[in-house]
């Protein structure tokens, strides 16, 4: 008696099987692996289970769950006082870290959060390749390929995120969450998510505007909306929205000047002050109503772009403009904003 699936392939009648049978996001990343330098061929070594592009000498190294290829040093992650902190607790409250954060936090994260919901939910992840590009510990659904620059037990793909070991035009769709302002280079990043997404491939990216120097582990710049759609002027733009508003905008800055000013310039009682201010944080919860208000934007925490690679990439004989979306973004009541 023939099994369900030989009886599929002898059968001409019968619905064709689908592209990929399921598999593991990390089995999914290993049929994408390239060499993040030259976009050539990773092959697969025979005795270590890894990768390596000859010609350039780059190694992936698989550890269960989890491929390596490039990422931070330990180096990296001493940089910065709060980034040790930050570390410390992203190891042991793993995915309840985010959550922990949004109690505490100054930024009010609730329509962030809805929003990353509603485009995971636009795309058939069972058959649709769709990576979170910084996740750090978080993962936001179990078929999501979960990238980051440090090896938390729920990353996929330990690497560096302007350089990524991807083939081209491989990804569904790309999640970036409060990661382009940890980058040194966000153009040079913008353009690896335009180069990994298929025609047609869409990037859902949250960048913050006014938030307090965070190092995790560097924090390099801020973005206005203007300068979030010149980042994404390769691609389509689907939408523009606040993605935590001005409340949260004014609350980190707030607590950051109030633990200054009350530490006396004793940075020992800055450190100490800085988590006492957190108790003014549920003033964060007004951006419920606030983030409407249509000078809102002008003190934004941050943005929410969604944009889409264009099919028909640009003809550089006629230089003609990449086909538009239509553009949905909050008023700011700033002529050219
Ligand atoms: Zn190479």
């Not at 023939?2 to 593991?24: E, G, K, N, V, Y």
């Not at 809805?114 to 750090?136: M, N, Q, T, W």
């Not at 990353?155 to 382009?180: C, K, Q, Y």
């Not at 609350?251 to 201010?277: D, H, N």
Request: charged share 20%; hydrophobic share 40%; aromatic share 8%.
């Amino acid at each position: 008696m023939l099994s369900m699936a030989t009886a599929a392939l002898a059968s001409p009648h019968l619905a064709p099987l689908p592209p990929f049978l399921p598999r593991t996001p990390t089995e999914h990343l290993a049929a994408q692996l390239c060499c993040p330098q030259c976009h050539g061929e990773m092959r697969e070594l025979a005795d270590s289970g890894g990768w390596q592009c000859y010609p350039c000498g780059v190694t992936a190294a698989r550890h269960g769950e989890q491929i390596r290829c490039g990422g931070f040093t330990a180096g990296d992650v001493k940089s910065d006082w709060l980034n040790r902190v930050k570390e410390s607790a992203k190891r042991i409250l793993g995915s309840k870290y985010q959550w922990a954060i949004d109690q505490i936090s100054p930024v009010y994260t609730g329509f962030l959060g809805r929003r990353i919901k509603s485009y995971l939910k636009s795309f058939a992840l069972d058959r649709e390749l769709v990576a979170d590009l910084g996740s750090g510990p978080l993962r936001h659904d179990p078929r999501v390929i979960c990238c980051d620059g440090m090896n938390y037990d729920s990353v996929n793909l330990v690497t560096d995120l302007e350089r990524l070991p991807l083939r081209s035009e491989s990804l569904d769709g790309v999640i970036s969450v409060a990661v382009l302002e940890h980058v040194t280079d966000p153009r040079a990043h913008a353009a690896e998510m335009f180069r990994v997404l298929k025609p047609g491939g869409r990037v859902l990216c949250f960048i913050p505007f006014l938030q307090g120097y965070h190092a995790s582990p560097y924090d390099y710049q801020r973005f206005t909306i203007s300068g979030m759609r010149q980042l994404f002027d390769k691609f389509e733009i689907v939408a523009v929205e606040p993605g935590a508003g001005p409340t949260s905008g004014l609350l980190w800055i707030f607590q950051e000047w109030l633990a200054m000013v009350l530490s006396l310039g004793i940075r020992p009682l800055y450190k100490l002050l800085m988590p006492l201010t957190y108790v003014l944080s549920p003033l964060k919860y007004l951006d419920v109503a606030l983030r409407h208000h249509p000078a809102a934007a002008n003190i934004d925490s941050g943005f929410v772009i969604e944009a889409r690679k264009p099919v028909a990439e640009l003809d550089s004989e006629t230089m003609l403009p990449f086909p538009r979306g239509r553009i949905r973004s909050c008023s700011t009541g700033v002529p050219g904003a």
